[in-house]
């Protein structure tokens, strides 16, 4: 296959071959055209195979859980607003590579988030986690407060 859709082609017939339990770390058989940046999935799909790619989903699942517990636990409205954007950003990046990478969605050139390679999306996403770290330790609730947990 030539053309357009050769990297896409090369893309699922990486995340196929993979199977369910893959072919092990570092012994991809298919060639992949920037596979350690766009098409990152797909390399973790052929070494892990189907339960890999389900383990990284489901990280990113708890990540994202976990970015929407702070948002739903702080108290200033700016704090909300600064997280759900991030959250948004990290959703959007995670769906859209994972997308692309299985054909469902046309390929962008969208990392995936803390796997690809590229320096200022990786930035960027640090510094998204980062605030939202902050907001979770500036967010104060004491022992005697009107508050139903303790922290």
Request: include cysteine; charge should be neutral.
């Amino acid at each position: 296959t030539t053309g357009n859709s050769y990297q896409l082609w090369q893309s699922m017939k990486a995340i196929g071959s993979g199977q369910l339990f893959g072919t092990g770390f570092n012994h991809s058989n298919v060639y992949v055209p920037v596979r350690e940046s766009d098409m990152i999935f797909s390399v973790i799909g052929e070494n892990f195979g189907f339960i890999g790619g389900c383990i990284l989903i489901f990280i990113y699942l708890l990540l994202i859980f976990q970015m929407i517990q702070v948002t739903f636990d702080t108290r200033n409205e700016f704090y909300a607003y600064i997280s759900t954007g991030v959250i948004m950003m990290i959703l959007f990046h995670v769906f859209e590579n994972i997308g692309m990478s299985i054909g469902l969605l046309p390929l962008t050139g969208i990392p995936l988030p803390f796997i690809s390679q590229g320096g200022s999306a990786l930035i960027a996403n640090m510094i998204g986690i980062g605030l939202i770290m902050s907001m979770r330790y500036h967010n104060k609730s004491y022992m005697f407060s009107s508050s139903k947990e303790f922290r």
